[in-house]
T-cell receptor, first 117, second 111 residues
Framework: DTAVSQTPKYLVTQMGNDKSIKCEQN?????MYWYKQDSKKFLKIMFS???????INETVPNRFSPKSPDKAHLNLHINSLELGDSAVYFC????????????????FGPGTRLLVL | SQQGEEDPQALSIQEGENATMNCSYK?????LQWYRQNSGRGLVHLIL?????REKHSGRLRVTLDTSKKSSSLLITASRAADTASYFC???????????FGGGTRLMVKP
């Protein structure tokens, strides 16, 4: 009955490989997000999807491609992995998106720890 | 640069003491949120305070917001060892499009 789940929890891979991280939420939320948290714990938004539609793309290299097959899922595919991609990636979801003019509470998944060797 | 910046970056206190963390931000906001992150875990929402509110309480948490100074504080009273975590403030942009997180305050509560 996990609200926001991510798989895998850990991912260790070689430079140049392509990998995917999956995210699912069972909260009935309309909006989902991907964040990257670096080694210094800075959390930066990468993408936001609202009802399967891309809303935010925060200057992320196009090696990163999010895909939302339905509003409960937002997957992240990364091509040609680089050393600097090593980080913890968090998926999150929220109920509304700017309908009340502000950003509602976000619910985070447990994170995927990516290590690129 | 980060929209929200926490101060201090790290805080170590004894169980039972109060912990105060501050957050400053740069642009106008609709709301400010505080999140907690335990080591190796995702962020958990603690409290949301809207721009027209000045103070909010939730259990042992007290949050203040001063929009004239563009700052907020999170007070945890009677801290417990289980409060050991990183605490992040997050602000939404005026368009309500997204949250921007600060760098966090790492709180350690010693038993």
């Amino acid at each position: 009955d996990t609200a926001v789940s991510q798989t895998p929890k850990y991912l260790v891979t070689q430079m140049g490989n392509d990998k995917s991280i999956k995210c699912e939420q069972n909260l009935g939320h309309d909006t989902m997000y991907w964040y990257k948290q670096d080694s210094k714990k800075f959390l930066k938004i990468m993408f936001s999807y609202n009802n399967k539609e891309l809303i935010i793309n925060e200057t992320v290299p196009n090696r990163f491609s999010p895909k939302s097959p339905d509003k409960a899922h937002l997957n992240l595919h990364i091509n040609s992995l680089e050393l600097g991609d090593s980080a913890v990636y968090f998926c999150a979801s929220s109920h509304t998106f700017g309908l009340a003019g502000d950003q509602e509470t976000q619910y985070f998944g447990p994170g995927t720890r990516l290590l690129v060797l | 640069s980060q929209q929200g910046e926490e101060d201090p970056q790290a805080l170590s206190i004894q169980e039972g003491e109060n912990a105060t963390m501050n957050c400053s931000y740069k642009t106008s906001i609709n709301n400010l949120q505080w999140y907690r992150q335990n080591s190796g875990r995702g962020l958990v929402h603690l409290i949301l305070i809207r721009s027209n509110e000045r103070e909010k309480h939730s259990g042992r948490l007290r949050v203040t917001l001063d929009t004239s100074k563009k700052s907020s504080s999170l007070l945890i009273t009677a801290s417990r060892a289980a409060d050991t975590a990183s605490y992040f403030c997050a602000t939404d942009d005026n368009a309500g499009n997204m949250l921007t997180f600060g760098g966090g305050t790492r709180l350690m509560v010693k038993p």
